[in-house]
């Protein structure tokens, strides 16, 4: 039984990992697209 609390906890723990680091990646992607888009704006 404890082994299998320690496996769930584990998968638990790196899906929780992944989410985060997807989110987060997917808002740094966000933020360089608006700079494109100004940088775009400015020059015309």
């Known amino acids: 039984m404890k082994d299998l609390l320690k496996s769930?906890?584990?998968l638990v723990a790196t899906s929780a990992a992944f989410l985060l680091g997807l989110?987060?990646?997917e808002e740094k992607m966000k933020a360089k697209i608006d700079d494109f888009q100004e940088d775009l704006e400015e020059k015309k």
């Open 8 to 10: 769930l906890f584990i």
């Open 23 to 25: 989110y987060i990646g």
